[in-house]
């Protein structure tokens, strides 16, 4: 069975440094992208940043300047500084990939992990 693993999650104050990681392992044929979402409390989940296995990037707006996404193997990291308020919530990790040649893409996440931000 696939499955992302996250961890680093916890509580920070506001200002801080928080590095997060998530590792796909199981049946792997292929990995494409990974990245991350959000989900304040109270509000949609959103896209915060992806990597795919070329080295591309993509990274959410109101993050930009404060995140880097970076990836090595079947692990993705997500390095978040000047973390704020609305910062806080839970994030979650996710991987397309194929479990087979023949098989088609499929998104698996993570069961999310907890950001905390004080003030």
């Known amino acids: 069975q696939v499955q992302l693993v996250e961890s680093g999650g916890g509580a920070v104050q506001a200002g801080g440094s928080l590095r997060l990681s998530c590792t796909v392992s199981?049946?792997?044929?292929?990995?494409?992208?990974m990245g991350w979402d959000r989900q304040a409390p109270g509000k949609q989940r959103e896209f915060v940043a992806s990597?795919?296995?070329?080295?591309a990037e993509q990274i959410a707006d109101f993050v930009k300047g404060r995140l880097t996404i970076s990836r090595a193997d079947n692990t993705i990291y997500l390095q978040m500084d000047g973390l704020k308020a609305e910062d806080a919530g839970v994030y979650y990790c996710?991987?397309?990939?194929?479990?087979?040649?023949?098989?088609?893409?499929?998104?698996?996440w993570g069961q999310g992990i907890q950001v905390t931000v004080s003030s």
């Open positions: 996710y991987g397309d990939l194929k479990e087979s040649r023949g098989s088609t893409y499929q998104v698996h």
């Open positions: 199981g049946n792997i044929f292929t990995l494409g992208v």
């Open positions: 990597i795919f296995s070329t080295g």
